[in-house]
Antibody, heavy 118, light 110 residues
Framework: EVQLVQSGAEVKKPGESLKISCEGS????????VAWVRQMPGKGLEWMGF????????RYCPSFRGQVTISVDRSISTAYLQWSSLKASDTAMYYC???????????WGQGTMVTVSS | QSALTQPASVSGSPGQSITISCTGT?????????VAWYQQHPGKAPKLMIY???KRPSGVSNRFSGSKSGNTASLTISGLQAEDEAEYYC??????????FGGGTMLTVL
């Protein structure tokens, strides 16, 4: 089955670090760009950044540049989104998505809820 | 990069047709034929409904159609059904940030 499976929900304190994951299976993971998308509670979707698993070429959307790090481990078909110092405003659902359609992101993970609270 | 502009809400009765607009600029919607539409039900991941302005992924009902004129893209849903009630987001490729979303439109089926 072609799917993206994300890591489980996280509850963290402000200032802590975090790395969440997105594992692709059932297809050639390195052939398709992976995106991360944030959805804050009750709000809309926001593209955070994109990574080409084949060569690790990474593009960040302006609002997220310097705030998060996107990476990939090709050997285990997994993309990552990480924070070095979480803030309460990072509380959100985070989705990964893969562009199997080529020109659009058509496959989505189930989402990882990150809660940052003291 | 500013978000694309969508109406906050639209509504229609079962069987009717509705259209959701998505207005951008010549740097995004107007400049590329890479506009997509997503449907999101509460608590669920987004689902791709239209890509490349007017193409439907396999498995998506032909009641959903997309189009574009100038800097405005549109999603039309015909023969509204209760299950169509959801949030709809447009997105467009843009050279500056790769992709940008609209603010989302809540579709209510009356």
């Amino acid at each position: 089955e072609v799917q993206l499976v994300q890591s489980g929900a996280e509850v963290k304190k402000p200032g802590e670090s975090l790395k969440i994951s997105c594992e692709g299976s059932g297809y050639s993971f390195t052939n398709y760009w992976v995106a991360w998308v944030r959805q804050m509670p009750g709000k809309g979707l926001e593209w955070m950044g994109f990574i080409n698993p084949g060569d690790s070429d990474t593009r960040y959307c302006p609002s997220f540049r310097g705030q998060v790090t996107i990476s990939v481990d090709r050997s285990i078909s997994t993309a990552y989104l990480q924070w070095s110092s979480l803030k309460a405003s990072d509380t959100a659902m985070y989705y990964c998505s893969s562009a199997l359609a080529g020109t659009s992101y058509d496959m989505w993970g189930q989402g990882t809820m990150v809660t940052v609270s003291s | 990069q500013s978000a694309l502009t969508q109406p906050a809400s639209v509504s229609g009765s079962p069987g009717q047709s509705i259209t959701i607009s998505c207005t951008g600029t010549s740097s995004d919607v107007g400049g590329y034929n890479y506009v997509a539409w997503y449907q999101q039900h509460p608590g669920k991941a987004p689902k791709l409904m239209i890509y490349d302005v007017s193409k439907r992924p396999s498995g998506v009902s032909n009641r959903f159609s997309g189009s574009k004129s100038g800097n405005t893209a549109s999603l039309t849903i015909s023969g509204l059904q209760a299950e169509d009630e959801a949030e709809y987001y447009c997105t467009s490729y843009t050279i500056s940030t790769n992709w940008v979303f609209g603010g989302g439109t809540m579709l209510t089926v009356l």
